[in-house]
Structure formats: C-alpha cells, structure tokens
C-alpha cells in the first residue's frame, strides 16, 4: 500500500513538471501585460521598464524559467506581481475556505445524488424515474449565479437566515459552518445531478446481471441485494465521477464564490488572470496541480476499498 | 396590565439605550477581487486610490468633497510662498504631526524623500508629473524648498492629496523595505490594521490625527466585484457604503431603497473616439468629420442616464481649469456625414474595424456607437478581446479608432498632454495614451503649460481645444460621474460633489447619527 502511494507520487512528478512547462509558457503567450496592469493607463514606458527590470522580466524566457523552477522546487512561489504579497500566505489563507466549501458540496452531492440515482434505477421508466431526471436536468441547467442569487434573495434578504457577504472567520466553526451552507447547497446540486445520473445508469447496468437475479432467485432480502450486491458494484463508476468532480470543484467553484463573496483558489486563479500576475498563477497552478494529483491517489485508492480485486493491481 | 406596562418600559429603554450607543464601525463594499500594491505612488487602480487619502497625507489637499483645484488649502504645509519667477516655493511645515505605528514626528526629511522617491520611474507609477521638479531640499525641520525647472500649471496642483502628492514615512519605507507596500504607515486619520487576501482590508482610527481623533473607529473595506451580491449585502444593511454603478436603473432602484441615500460626484469620465489620423481611411479629414456628425451626444446620455451623465463638450472633460465649450463641436447630423463619406470616396458606406475591451461598461457603450454609426452607413466592425489584451493592442496601434474613457488631474494641461500632444503618440519611447496620434497644437499645450500669466494660460488651452476638435482627432460622447450609495445614518462631515481619489473622502469628522 505504501509502495503503491510512493509509487504514485513519483508518478505524478513528470505531470507537475509537464504542467508547469505550459503554465510558463502559456501565460507568457497570453496578450497583455504585469507591468501594464500595475502600474495604470498613465503609465511612461520608462516606468513600465523600471517596474519589468524589478519584476524580472527583463530577463530571457530561459533564465526566468530556470529561476520559476528552482523556487517552485524549493517550494517558494515567490511574491504576487500585483499585491507583492507572498503567494504561499494568500493561497494558505484561502485555503481553507476552499477546502471547507469542497468538502460540503461533495456532501451535498453524494448525500442527495446516489439515493436519487438508485431510486431512480429502481424506478426505471416510471413516475419516480422521470421525476428525478427532470430534477437533475434541471440542476444540470441552473447556472449558480442565477441560483446562488435566488439562495440569497430567499435567504439573506428575505427570511434573514444567512448573511450575505459569506466569507468566513476561520477561527469560528460555528461561522464557518454556518457560511457555508448555502454555497455549498448551490455547487452541491449541480454535483447531485451529475451523481444521479451516473449512479442511475450504473445501478441499471449491475441490476440486469446474471448475480442479481441468480441472489433474488436464491432469496436474498431485496433491500440486500439492492445495497450489497448491486449497489457496491455501481459504485465504481460513482467514485471516479466524484473524484473527477472534487478537482472540478477546486477550481471551478469560482462563480459560487464570487456570488457569495467567499474567498477561494478559484476567486484568486481568475483575478491573477485577469491582472496577468505570472507569478501568482504559475504558483496557483502548481498547488492546484498537486491536489489533483492527491485527489486522483486518494480515489485510487477508494477503488481498492470498493473492490477488493483491484487491491493487487 | 401594569405587567404589559412595565415590559413596554423596559423594552423601551433598551432600545433607546442601544440606539444611543451610536456605530462606529464603517464597513464599505468596492468592486474589485483584493487591493494591489499600498504605496502611494503604485496606486492606480480605484480601489486603491479610494484607500490612500484615508490613510496618508499631502503637503496641500482640496477640501474634502471638492475637486476645484482654486480651493486647494493647508494640509501637511501650513502655509507656503512662491517666488515672483513661480520657479522656487517655500512650504512651512505643521508642527508635532506624528507617524502611526509610532514612527516619530513628520518632518521636512520626510517630504524631501517622498517627493524624490514619487519622481523616480523605479519607485513611482507617477514619476512623469514630477519632471519639472529640478530639486527639493529641507531647509530645516520644518520647511521644504522646491525649486522648478520651469513653469508648470499647478504646483499646488502636483503636490495635493493625489497620486504623487502623498506623503510617506522615511523611516517606515527604509525599515520596512519591500513589506511597506503590504503595510503603509501614514499620517492620515486611518492606519492600516490587516489584509485579508480576497476579502477585506481593515483600518482602525488614528487617535493622534493632527486634526483630531476620527468619530470612525474601524473600516471594513471589503473586496466584492460582483455588483449583483454588493448590492444584496447593501441592501440587507452589511455594507454601510456602497460602490455603486453609473446607471440610471442602478441610481433609481437604490434611491427607492428605504434609509438609502446616491451620491454622484465629480470627476467625470469623459468617454472618446479616437480616431487615429495617420492611418487608413482616417487620414481622410473628411472621413473623420463624418464619424464626429454621426455621433448623436443626446441620446448617449439618454441611453446612460441623465442623473448619471452628462453630453461632452470638448476634448477635455467639463469643469477642467482650462476647458472650454466654444470650439466648433458639431452637432448630431446623418445626412452630412454621409455627404462627406461620399466625397471621401465611400458613397456607398464604410466599414472599419475596432478593437474593443469585453468589460460589459465599455461594450454596452460601444454596441450603441455602432448602431449610431450604422445610420450613418458607417460599419462599426468591433472585434471584442479580453480587457487586459485591449489595453495593449491599443498601445500598440493596432485599432484605427479607440473607444476610451478617462477622469484625469482637473487642469486642461494633463489630458491634453497625455491624449493629444505629439510626444505622447502610442508606440514611441514617451508614449502615454495619444492614440489618434494627433499633433496639431503641440506649441499651445506646450506653451500654455510655462505661461506665467494666467489669462494667456486660459485663451492657449482654448486654442489647443479648437484645433483638436477641428483636426477632428477625437470625437467628444458623453461623461460619466462616480456614484455610491450609502446608509443615510452615515454622514461624510462635508459635502460631497467631488473626489479625485475616485471615492468618499473617510475624515475625521465622518460619523453615523
């Protein structure tokens, strides 16, 4: 087990590097320009020139590569461009408000998609069935700056449960929680759709196998067969689909926290682009990269605890 | 009964009790993902500028909510005295004005290498208002000299509670080094307390304020660009101020909201074409005049919002020192901007392309130019880029015709300078924004700026005004005001028409009732 996690990580340097290798270069490529968008629209070239020769930009493409990597290597990102403040303190401080609204969605998720998916398989093309499609089409379609702001006018506005401005004081579980509840609702329905239409088909392939019928016909209890042999045996599929999904919430939770003024490693991703803060992206780029690279181990390994067969592999 | 009475009472007395201890923690919303750099001299960008003047200080200031730089007055100076030349001005300094974060008193050290490091390009985004700027010594603790190299328009101007004016600590920026752009250390009624990166900035009263402690305790300066959760948060009373749009629906919907008061105030953006007249087909004079007849200055400021815009008179925003009206602006006109496109050779319309930025404001803006210009069979081609991409394209002279809308320093000198003298023609080593690269009253601009008598100064600004618009390098549309919305609890302590650091000044006397 702890061959195949070293193995794993070793595997994934080559991806890092790969990725940082298009990072550098594509935000290189991009029109635009750091020093531009600091120093303003009346901006002299000589300052533009002065404020590269200080941001090292003056320097060739290889030499700056060469020092990206080499602090990228020692774990130093460096300093944001545009604020001039450490990347790794702005990406720890956003962190957990990242991590903390991943989580819950994926709660909200699983929680409210695979019963909806196995329901729905067990209903196949009936009332129920169609019922609950129509549902997740419909939280497949909702865009979370429509629905985030419907949350917010019921909500905030109307019944005065939750606050509007959602960004969370770390040091108070209670605010925490209590902050997260309606962005994690809004990016969780989307996943919860995604999750009953994969756990659906999943649960309609397994349920038509020859083992299902050969248990029922042995007298299995029904519940048991749902839940244990079919079930356990769809949820291959399940797991990949959220492991996905948990890497798509990383980064594209970013209108979810613009909506309800969380902070986030989306919020920041978008505003280094926006600015062209080489600097803070490729370091971003880094640090999402390598939680990519965890969450793909770690659902890996789910698959282990699922299925015992691919345990050996 | 008497029960009901006595709970009345005492429900009544903690409600006025609770109503008395009045709030003292200002939370505003901006429109923007997190601040850039807190220097002085790299703040450039609105959400920055709103914050310096609560934090720092100049050596002269314009009277909170004034923009008028006739009323310029005392602020870290005292007084002050210009030589009969205008090339050499005394400052006395105030006296016992201290540092926050206990960094000692200001004194004429400090001003000396401020002003230096505002005029180097290394250490200032502002480094070019200071050319004329020959030397700035202290002659004691408490006076500074400043000698020019020539005439400039304003002095006072320069040195006011704007960009390169400000103040910074000495000591502070020597001890702090790269870590004082993270924390600034002024003079100002609010010293910086904490970042926290995408949310908010936190400020807490200077109690040692030379003009006396804040009423303000704290200001919560929150980082939301979502216009459509700002305004929810204001709405649902988390914001006691709000960025605000300049939108005539915006305007109204606020001003409806119960115990909501719209500021709209000065500068005001003055929105142009700038038409580039050495290239392709707009080196054709005639083909310039029928875009400035095209554009139709009422119905822009129909489309934006009478209370939120105003028609633009000529190539330098209304209310400038140095603007004038009388300079020979067409007016709206359809059948003779098709009359000169056909003696230009294009009887059967035009077409050209513009690069234009995706930010919805200046699209929408945009949109409605070109179906102005489409009456007049002009084909507006726009070829939309990301905002960032736009500004460099445009630098690079890549778009024959440039939308753009500025609020600059309120003397003539600095937009005339900047968008229509020669010098600053894009793509050259002095380039600023003159995309039209327009040259036609070089010599006015340039004289008027060193004219040391004030009426010729006014009749060569007027004359710079009517050859650019006659030479039709740019065509004047409309102007848009800077607009907040605030709790009317909240009140500023002055009033409020104008602000050049683009938002509310925060004083000392600014308080909830």
Known sequence: MIGFVLWRMVGAVPTLFAVLMLVFVIVRVIPGDPAAAILGDQATPAAVAALDAKLGLDKPMWQQFIDFMGQSLSGDFGHSMVTGRPIVTDVLAVLPHTIDLTLAALVVGVVLGVPAGVYAALRRNRFGDYVTRLLSLVGLSFPVFVSGIFMLLLFALHWRIFPVIGAARLDDPVDRLTKVVLPAITLGITMAAYITRVTRSAMLHVMSEDYIRTARAKGVPWRRVVWRHGLRNAAMPVVTVVGLYIGILIGNSVLTEIVFNRPGLGKIIVGALNQRDYTMLQGLMVIYCFLIVVVNLLTDLAYGFIDPRVKGG | ?513
């Open chain 2, 1 to 513: 009964m008497i029960f009901r009475a006595a709970l009345l009472a005492s429900a009544m007395a903690i409600a006025t009790s609770a109503s008395a201890e009045t709030k003292t923690a200002l939370t505003v919303g901006i429109a923007a993902q997190d601040v850039g750099r807190l220097d002085p001299y790299f703040a450039v960008s609105t959400i920055d500028r709103v914050l310096m003047p609560w934090i720092y200080n100049a050596l002269v200031r314009f009277p909170p909510g004034s923009i008028d730089p006739a009323k310029i007055e005392p602020d870290l100076a005292e007084s002050w005295a210009a030589s009969p030349d205008g090339k050499s001005w005394t400052f006395h300094l105030r006296h016992g004005v201290q540092w926050q974060g206990g960094y000692g008193e200001f004194t004429a050290d400090d001003v000396v290498f401020s002003l230096k490091r505002a005029a180097d390009p290394a250490t200032s985004a502002f480094s070019s208002e200071l050319r004329s700027f020959q030397s700035v010594e202290a002659v004691d603790p408490y006076t500074v000299k400043i000698t020019l190299s020539q005439n400039v328009p304003s002095v006072l101007g320069i040195l006011t509670n704007y960009s390169q004016g400000f103040i910074v600590s000495r000591k502070a920026v020597e001890k702090l080094g790269d870590e004082f752009e993270r924390h600034p250390v002024g003079t100002g009624p609010f010293a910086f307390s904490s970042t926290m990166p995408n949310q908010s900035l936190e400020l807490v009263a200077n109690d040692a304020y030379f003009r006396g402690a804040p009423q303000i305790k704290k200001i919560s300066y929150r980082f939301i660009p979502s216009d459509a959760s700002r305004d929810l948060a204001f709405e649902n009373g988390e914001l006691d101020l709000n960025y605000g749009r300049a939108d005539q629906k915006w305007v109204d919907r606020t001003a409806g909201l119960p115990h909501t008061a719209v500021d709209i105030f000065e500068p005001a953006e003055e929105a142009q074409l700038h038409l580039n007249i050495t290239q392709k087909p707009f080196d054709d004079i005639r083909v310039r005049q029928a875009f400035a007849y095209a554009i139709n200055r009422p119905e822009l400021v129909r489309w934006r919002g009478a209370a939120v815009s105003r028609e633009a008179q000529s190539v330098v925003p209304r209310g400038y020192l140095g603007f004038t009206a009388d300079n020979g602006l067409v007016a709206n006109n359809v059948a003779k901007a098709k009359e000169l496109l056909a003696e230009a050779g294009y009887p059967n319309g035009i077409t050209v392309k513009m690069i234009q930025s995706q930010l919805p404001e200046m699209l929408t803006a945009a949109q409605v130019i070109q179906a102005e210009m489409k009456r007049a069979g002009i084909n507006l081609e726009l070829q939309v880029v990301e905002h960032a991409t736009f500004h460099q394209q445009i630098r690079q002279d890549l778009s024959p015709i440039v939308y753009y809308s500025a609020a600059r320093f309120p003397i003539a000198d600095v937009t005339l300078t900047q968008f229509f003298h020669s010098r600053s023609i894009v793509k050259t080593p002095t380039a600023v924004t003159n995309f039209s690269h327009c040259n036609v009253a070089d010599q006015e601009i340039d004289a008027a700026r060193i004219e040391p008598d004030h009426a010729k100064q006014l009749a060569l600004w007027a004359e710079a005004q009517k050859k650019i618009v006659a030479a039709v390098c740019a065509v004047p549309m409309f102007e848009t005001l800077l607009v907040f919305g605030r709790h009317d609890t909240l009140q500023y302590g002055y009033d409020l028409t104008g602000s050049l650091s683009l938002g509310p000044l925060i004083t000392e006397k600014t308080h909830f009732q």
